[in-house]
């Protein structure tokens, strides 16, 4: 042993271990504070230790081997001596090197993967069923309520169980009834293990249901029955078969999973409205909600105590709000839906769906903190009711949770794959995280499931543009308009990518009310001015009053952006005002619009309130990376700031970046807050760059 530790002091093995430890800390002391500044991920540092610590025996294993003398890396004389010459200083770095670089590889995916929630879960839970829409055998097609109704109440109440995972309505319901070979598919596509599908037969006074429980792993049916029975029996034949589903899934009605709490009407006439409520509700139009208010109102009206009934209404209410999909004031939606449910929870404390139409209320009150509790309430209750997840995203949105917002929409999809709002925000959650091809697959499922909404297509579109892929992208909003010519949003999306295919002659008939970018587009700052202003005046709120003041900005008219941002202002240095009530919007976040402040504030000459803003807008960022957003409009939004900041190798950097990753916007050339970096070289280098993609994509568009 004492030989050993002479051969590593002659081969000076220990003092280089010290000179390394040396250097790790000192790189790990620059990264903590190097890394952070250029915005990169936390999980950045943890990469460098990892290196660092790989590092360290093969820095051994080469310091046995070579001296590091003046004249350079040297074979140890003993070794020289022996005859092992085989070993060469270069070949023994580029080895270390390759190791390291394979180590740094494998961890970085580690890290960035774990980063992240991940999108697709391969494994399929067990135990697991999907509940398809049965079929109405009745030859009536008014009787396709009750075929879905049953179905629907099946879905409800095994929903209820806690170690039972059970596809959402929303997706089970959007396949076709299928042929017996198709049921392997879709319980992949849903991600369950059993598939039960069945169909139903009334006539008159009498219903006949027919079930087949079917283990999709193998394709047999592992129970079939029917039930023929007079209709009032409804209720009984729904507790029949859930009880040998759930033997036959090895489910146990007890202990921790509980029997599933079940609210009943007193008479078949009120649950029979309640199940066209609900069959008119999942349509979701205006008219079709209409209806089901109609429905839900009868069914109260027939049985009083009927706790679902209270809730169907309640939702109902607050969809045709104008807060939703209807025109009705929200003012009087809530006071209408508040005794409703007061009334639901007085009679049924217990029913998940109450909790759920509770929270949903909430959150419309801007109660937060409320909604947030009842909706937990309604998934402990019910932990596959996957509306009340989606409500749950929707307030840890407005609360600014990202993260949890994230997490509760991904526990949605997992029970509701097919969902169309669900992929339309999965789509958009993943985008800004810069996860594009995973985004891209939840548009692709919006499509696929259906595939005569413009939405699919649209949220196709905004992907691909904000990726670089310009062409492509007008493309999916083509495709996106010919189905919906009238759909607003596809027709300002549209119109703003001419604009960064510098297309404005394309641009302007699409972005009505918006003129004032066709001319900064145009390089006509004094008609664009004027265009705002007209826009301001007929809506004088936040986002008029940002869109005309960065207008004036673009004209040099810095005392009129001022005095429009101001007034909204009021406390901004503490952070309070308009500009401070961050709305979830992270890329039309009040920050952005205090970015625009800060800059009115730095040319009018006030350069300390300024950049005490650029303080404050500063954190928002490193906010919206704590949470894991990673996309080039950050970056351009970023770079301005760096900019204003007076920190240019910092600006163009994080510009490259945003370029680099597909940022192609017209507002870069003529950007106020670059000033000080447009007549670097690097800046023009940018500008040519975007340039010379611009021009690729018009001519993949024969433009």
Known sequence: MNGFFSELKRRKVLQACGLYLVGAWLVLQVASIVLPALFYPDWSLTLVLYLLIIGFPLFIIFAWFFDLSMDGLKQDVEDRKRGLRGIKPGAALLLALL?????????????????????????????????????????????????????????????RIQNLKVAARSSSFLVDYPDEGDIPHIAQRLGVSHVLEGSVQRTEDFISISVNLIDARDGF?????????????????????????????????????????????????????????????EKRTVRDLEQAQRYFENAIARDPGFAPAYSGLVDTLLFLSDGAYGAMPLSGQLSAA????????????????????????????????????ALKRAIELSPNLSRALVWLYITYERMLRPRDAFDTLYRAYSLDPLAEVINANMAAELWIRGRNEEALQAAGRIIQAN????????RSGRLTWTSGN?????????????LAPDDRNSHIELGSLYLDLQLPEEAEPL?????????????????????????????????????????????????????????????????????????????????????????????????????RLLDEVREHYAFLESEGFDHPLID????????????????LLLLRRAVDNGWRSWKTRDEPAFAMIRSLPAFDQLLDDMDTEVTRQRDLLGL
């Open 99 to 159: 190791v390291m670089i394979g180590s740094g590889t494998f961890f970085y995916q580690k890290l960035a993967r774990d980063a992240n929630v991940p999108l697709v879960d391969d494994a399929i839970d067990e135990p697991s069923v999907a509940v398809l829409p049965f079929a109405n055998l009745s030859g009536n097609p008014d009787q396709q309520y009750l075929a879905e109704g049953i179905a629907d109440e099946l879905i409800n109440t095994l929903a």
């Open 221 to 281: 049916i592992r129970w079939s029955d029917n039930f023929e029975r007079q209709i009032a029996d409804v209720y009984t034949i729904q507790d029949e078969i859930i009880a040998i589903i759930t033997s036959s899934l090895e489910l146990e009605l007890t202990g921790n999973s509980g029997s599933p709490k079940v609210s009943r009407a007193s008479s078949i006439d009120a649950y029979n409205l309640y199940l066209q409520g609900r069959y008119f509700f």
């Open 338 to 373: 508040v005794p409703l449910i007061n009334r639901a929870l007085e009679l049924d404390p217990q029913l998940a769906e109450v909790h759920a139409s509770l929270g949903f209320l909430r959150m419309f009150e801007t109660d937060y903190l409320a909604s947030e509790a």
């Open 451 to 458: 595939p005569e909404s413009p939405l699919g297509y649209r």
């Open 470 to 482: 310009l062409g492509e992208a007008v493309t999916w909003y083509r495709q996106s308009m010919e």
């Open 511 to 611: 972005l009505q009310g918006l003129a004032h970018l066709v001319h900064l587009a145009s390089g006509m700052p004094d008609e664009a001015v004027a265009a705002a202003e007209r826009q301001y005046r007929n809506n004088p709120s936040l986002i008029s009053a940002v869109a005309l003041a960065k207008t004036e900005a673009r004209a040099g008219n810095y005392e009129r952006s001022l005095a429009l941002l101001e007034p909204f202002a009021d406390g901004a240095d503490q952070g309070e005002g308009m500009l401070f009530q961050r709305s979830g919007i992270y890329f039309w976040d009040p920050q952005i619009a205090a970015l625009e402040l800060s800059l009115a504030r730095l040319r009018t000459g006030d350069a300390a309130g300024g950049n």
């Open 636 to 651: 351009y939004q970023k770079a301005r700031l760096m900019a204003l900041r007076g920190e240019a190798d910092q600006a």
